[in-house]
Every structure is written in C-alpha cells, then in structure tokens.
C-alpha cells in the first residue's frame, strides 16, 4: 500500500473504518476499544450461511505495527461454528507498506463440506477483495484526515473543515457460490491445462 506502515496499521484495528470492506460483514457492537460483535453472510448456491459472533485485539504492538486477532462465530439458524486467529503485521515497502496476515481457521457445520482446498480459495479471494478495498480507502486518503489535518493547523479549536475526500469504498456482500464456481473452474482448466 502507497502509505506508511503507522497509517496503515491504525486503519487496520478502526473496525469502523475496515467494516465495510470484509465482504458479507456487519457491524453490531463495539463492546470496547479491542471487543466488537458482528455478522458475517455468506451465499453458497441456494443455501445461505449466516454467523453472529464476537472479535478481540487479542495482542497489539504499535511499536512493531503487529497485532492478534480472535474472532469466533456461530451460525444463526444452525449448528454450524466458527473459529479464527490471524496474526497481522505491517512492514515498510520502499516508500509505503506491506501487510502480512497469517490466518488460522476452523469452521464446522455446512460450510466444512465443501473441503479444505476449496475454502482455502475462497478465502484467499474474500481476502484479496478485502485487501483492494482497504488500499483503496488508505491510498485515496481517510475521509477525517483533512479534518483533523486542518484543526491542527492553528486555526483554534472547532475550526476543522469538512474533507474533500471521496466516499469510502465498499465491497458488495459475498456470494460464495460465483466464488466457488471460478475456483473450481481455474482447477479444472489447470487440470486439463497440465495434460497438453
């Protein structure tokens, strides 16, 4: 990303900010500074999976740009579950930043039948959308940093102006099932690909 790694990793734990850009997500809550409860919506063909669940700062480093991340879910209208630990951190990239996640994941129920090679693609995917949107948003300049740039610039307290900033982007809700389908698709033509 075309920002340094401090700017980049602030944006990253404002869950207000990088809500919109998790695909099929919604906020409900912010218990506190590190707690926040949500909903994660995912269509796979004609079944539709929904999970309510809660998400901590486990561990956060501001000195090192790293931080841990639990979230754990269950579905609404099933038995199924969900559990997550990523790890995060931002490192500098020539003149802007590079972010590294390492997830580990365990879902049951539903969505565990369709295997371990398939979820792994589809959330390598989930995740690149995610990732766009969020260089999109950091590159293209927070819409409050023009406010708070201008309230410090001397002009007394209240003085801040609103931003010329373009709205945030956003990522349309997920479904899987188009997800599913181009996986299978690249796996098929790299199957019969690899024979000629």
């Keep these: 990303m075309a920002a340094p790694p401090e700017r980049v990793f602030a944006y990253l734990l404002d869950v207000n900010k990088v809500a919109g850009c998790v695909p099929g997500a919604e906020l409900s809550e912010v218990v506190d500074p590190s707690t926040f409860k949500g909903k994660v919506k995912i269509k796979v063909g004609p079944v539709t999976v929904a999970y309510s669940g809660t998400a901590r700062i486990v561990d956060r480093d501001d000195s090192t740009h790293s931080a841990s991340i639990e ?39 539903r969505v565990a039948q369709f295997g371990r090679g398939v979820m792994e693609d589809v959330s390598r995917r989930l995740v690149g959308e995610m990732a766009a949107c969020i260089a999109a948003n950091i590159e293209a300049g927070e819409p409050h940093s023009a406010t708070t740039a201008d309230a410090n610039s001397g002009d007394g307290p209240g003085a801040a102006t609103p931003s010329t900033s373009r709205a945030p982007a956003t990522v349309k809700p997920v479904n899987a099932f188009g997800l599913l389908f181009s996986v299978l698709w690249a796996r098929l033509r790299g199957l019969f690909g690899s024979k000629r």
């Design 71 to 109: 979230a754990e879910g269950r579905e609404t209208t099933g038995p199924g579950s969900a559990r997550a630990t990523a790890h995060m951190s931002v490192v500098p990239d020539g003149a802007g930043s590079t972010v590294k996640i390492v997830t580990d994941y365990n879902v049951a129920g």
